[in-house]
């Protein structure tokens, strides 16, 4: 989806239309964040994760608004409604975004361009939204292909054509390529992919670890990744990024609190016991940590999740340190997801990461 929430927000409220608008932390606030931006803020810069206060700066006239996730929820469902029209094979990696494996269409259109089209058109004339596709033989083409047109695109990369479209892609445009991995790839004289391909696996693995080999592999087009339509969840979390600064150990606990009964809720909703729990925290200079504890049996009940993210900040000594965010997961379900695909495998089914 091209800028889903602010989308969702300028189609709500014709009064945000055409302006740029910011959706995310106020500015007033200690440490609001940006959650995404329209295309109008983004002409000025503005880009999601960067401090509100920042934003305003960049541009004073833009519009700022606090996020409706459950807004954006519902407008999420009925866009994989759409998506169920033309394929069951379909992989959501958030609210805004999906893989969909068309190879065997439902409605036998037999394009895969043609079927992007339709979804791209059903979009725009059932929600008032727009989106942006990207077509190809696998999901990382597929994934950098969608990116390259937006609002509104459409691309599409066909074999013939991939590898000289891989060997002209900025390294910052990988998918998967982070700030970081960027400015180090360009520090060794490697700027697009031709310089990448220039490298061995070895050399490679060696410079950036296991993902290395993913390097070596995507420089070249291949990615035999599958869409996985019912992945196994490997972990349950919940997670809050505040208006302002927490800096007492009483307003972070109160958080939690917060925080540990969304959890405890989803875990009971699938009938899952993590054995694991980690505790995340992001201070106001975006540092972050992760506090785990992990038991002989899996839990799900809310007073030993929230004693057990309480005594893992405690340790962290958190007065006076400004926070963020806070979030809790509970993973390492083992046995338990074992249990649960023999006794109930059609509520397997409906398992998906948070």
Do not use: W
């Not at 937006?150 to 060997?167: N, Q």
């Not at 390294?171 to 390529?177: I, L, Q, R, S, Y």
């Amino acid at each position: 989806m091209d800028a889903f929430y602010a989308s969702v927000e300028q189609r709500d409220n014709p009064e945000y239309r055409g302006k740029p608008l910011v959706v995310g932390g106020l500015p007033q606030g200690r440490g609001g964040v940006v959650a995404t931006a329209s295309y109008e803020a983004r002409k000025f810069g503005i880009r999601s994760a960067m401090p509100s206060k920042q934003a305003l700066q960049l541009c004073p006239d833009a519009l700022f608004v606090l996020p409706r996730f459950a807004a954006y929820k519902e407008v999420s469902q009925k866009i994989r409604e759409i998506f169920g029209r033309y394929t069951d094979l379909i992989e959501p990696l958030s609210l805004d975004e999906a893989y969909l494996d068309v190879t065997n269409d439902k409605l036998n259109i037999g394009s895969a361009i043609e079927i992007a089209k339709q979804i791209k058109q059903a979009i725009t004339d059932e929600l008032q939204l727009t989106a942006s596709a990207g077509i190809s033989i696998n999901k990382f083409i597929a994934k950098t292909a969608s990116d390259i047109n937006k609002p509104d695109g459409l691309t599409f990369i066909g074999p013939s054509a991939i590898e000289g479209f891989m060997e002209k892609l900025p390294v910052e445009k990988f998918f998967g390529v982070g700030k970081v991995t960027a400015q180090k790839m360009k520090k060794m004289g490697l700027h697009t992919g031709e310089d990448l391909k220039k490298l061995t696996e070895e050399e490679l693995t060696k410079h950036f670890g296991k993902v290395g080999k993913f390097y070596y592999q995507i420089v070249r087009g291949i990615d035999n990744r599958e869409i996985q339509p019912h992945r196994e969840t490997k972990s349950l979390a919940a997670e809050d990024t505040f208006a302002y600064d927490l800096t007492t150990i009483e307003e972070m606990e109160a958080e939690l609190d917060k925080i540990a009964k969304t959890v405890c809720n989803r875990l009971q909703n699938y009938q899952l016991k993590g054995r694991t729990l980690t505790l995340k925290i992001k201070y106001s200079d975006f540092k972050q940590i992760t506090r785990n504890q992990s038991f002989p049996v899996g839990l799900n009940d809310l007073e030993t999740i929230c004693a057990t993210a309480k005594r893992l900040l405690a340790a962290t000594s958190p007065d006076g340190k400004k926070t963020r965010l806070l979030g809790i997961s509970l993973s390492n379900f083992g046995e338990v997801m074992i249990k649960q695909k023999e006794e109930k495998p059609s509520d397997q089914l409906k398992l998906f990461p948070f």
